[in-house]
């Protein structure tokens, strides 16, 4: 028996019978025309202007939601002013140069760290660290937090207890402390048992001879999980031999944090049990929210803030077209090492072990001195290239993620990402890397469209859940070309940002603006969309759908940019199929779909000038023409600015509001590679130079991966 339901409204019933009658006319084969009448008619335009009203009714809500997220951002960052301008009021109480123990700490710096001045905010933080205050730093990576606790604990009596999440990083800062003669040792699984036995006495004040101990790297799994540890600190604390606690990466504190780590809440039952300790917080990355936890689970309301810009003046940003030919990527890549970074240190990061080894091999038959570096290398040979490098004998590391935290070589004048990274956090972090001497630095990203469907899979399957997302910022990074770099990682970070902040260090504040005009680019989007909706039986890959699709008014390039920006937008979306051995990602219409077909919508793009001409008959030797320009010019600095990509896009679309472009750092995965628990002894033999990675195994389709390589993640 037909089922057949009838819809309450009386004039939708009216319309279900007359398409019941229209149906069973056409099943006899009968043609059946709808005899509208001037009512009919009406009732036609006050449903369009119904959904108009809805449509409406949808954008303003979402762009409520955007002005809501808007104000609270502001809110953010008037309380981050207004403690900026509490830390000028403090700057020339904690500048000062007159304590008891300055002349000491001057000496220190100069003698021992061989450091000639301090960086902003280096001097306050120490200053107020040996008053015993609390504090907390937040520094970019590579800004120099080491030195804020490291040198208190050498001129303060007793010993500094760290708490560090990463092994390999405490290992390479005993390492370095050890050969400035500053007694410091670390405590954790990878500790030999006589080297556990001496530092226990030390703590217990048994040993005979005077201890020269003065920093004690902890994990935050060994305090949580070992009662001795607490009960020797008990002690320390009772002679008066606990200086300080410094807690690194503070921010894993917070649940609200993107690291939050459920052993660093531990940490607040410290000034509970010691409450005349003073607590030294560092990261590099909290928003004002994460802060405001960290103090509450620590107990440190009163604790003063520093917050150093993270804005690195020395680092130039630039985003570079990459070719969708292997053969000529690698072209790019030797090409603009040769001509721009000859015999310079740097670091080429990969996105796959494969990958990192064929750009190895290939910048080694083009006579650059390179070596690779991955976590499928053994611990002997990633130690060999780390120390050549670090020599000078090697000029370019070409590394996964591996090669991560922890790298501190001063005179890297390059970062090239020859793939997007994961999120904008990690491509700040990585690249960071560069310039730590303070000198110019460039930070390259070589993007490409098949890039990016590589690594959508495994941000999917992003244990956090917001692997997509920060994905998409970091796409959004590489699609704009109308906003200064570092004013989009500012957005990211929350800090406020004056134009003149950039001082022409981005490809994008160096270009001519007139380089770049506005075009509404709905009507190809709605080809887009159109043709995929014909397709909806058979499942269409993003790089297909490019194969497949002409559209007359625009090349191969700017549809692949268009498509990127739609998925952002939710105009196209993603969709992922997991199969026994692989996870494919299709691309079919979004949420947001329908509306590209009403003729308000604006979808705008920013066309770079030489493009604009080339409308209809674009061809491959064209495109192919404006690969090797951007090869050319990337090789050239002086007129580099020109060109990257053919097509320069800032869509702004007028009528979805809900750009979902909130860039958010979903987390470092290095940071777990962390000293696990005492129960987990397979963790416990693994080498702590070898980094738990990130990595990819390239995959044999662009956008399929393995389902095994996903146990890499
Ligand atoms: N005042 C200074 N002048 C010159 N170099 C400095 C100064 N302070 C620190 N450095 C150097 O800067 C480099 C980075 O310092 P450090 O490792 O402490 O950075 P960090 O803030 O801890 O970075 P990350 O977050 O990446 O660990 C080191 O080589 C350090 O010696």
Redesign the pocket.
Known sequence: MDCVVVSDDENDVFDDLELITAAEHFEQGQNYSINKTNEDNEIDAIDLEILEIDEEIVRLRQKRSQLIEQKQKLKDSIKINHQSTLNTNLIDQWQRTDFSWSSKVEKT?TEI?K?????QW?LETINVTLSNHDCILI??????????YQLPAIVSDGITIVVSPLLS?VEDQVFALKNLNIDARALNSATPRDEQTDIMRILDGKDTIESTLKILYLTPEKIAKSKTIMAKLQKLYETNRFTRLIVDEVHCVSQFGHDFRPDYKYLSIFKRQFPKLSILG?T?TATIKVINDVKQILKIPNCILFRAPFNRKNLFYEVLHKSDVGKDAFHELVNCIQHRFDQQSGIVYCLSQKDAEEVCRELQRHCIKAGCYHAGLSALSRTQVHSKWLRNQLHVICATIAFG??I?K?DVRFVIHHSLSKSIENFY?ES??AG???KQSYCILFFRFGDVFRLAPMAFSDKSGNGLKNLYSMISYCLNESLCRRKLIAKYFDEVWQSHDCNQMCDICTRPSTYISKRNCREEASIIIDYLQNHDKQRITPLKLVEQLTIKTMIKIDIQRLILQLIIDEYLKEDFHFTSYTTVCYVIPGLKAKYVHNENCEIILDMIESTKKRSSNTNKIEEKQIVKKTTMISALPEIRPKLKWATNIDLKVKFDLSKKRTLEYDGDDDLHNEDQSENTPSLKRRSPAISQTDEIITPSHPSVIDDEELDFL
Do not use: E, H, V, Y
Not at 115 to 119: A, L, T, W
Not at 139 to 148: A, I, N
């Open positions: 710096r760290f450091i000639n001045s301090f960086r280096q520094m970019p990576t590579g800004g120099g937090k080491s030195l804020c990083l560092l590099a935290m922890g501190d001063p972090q960071g890397r730590r001497d303070d």
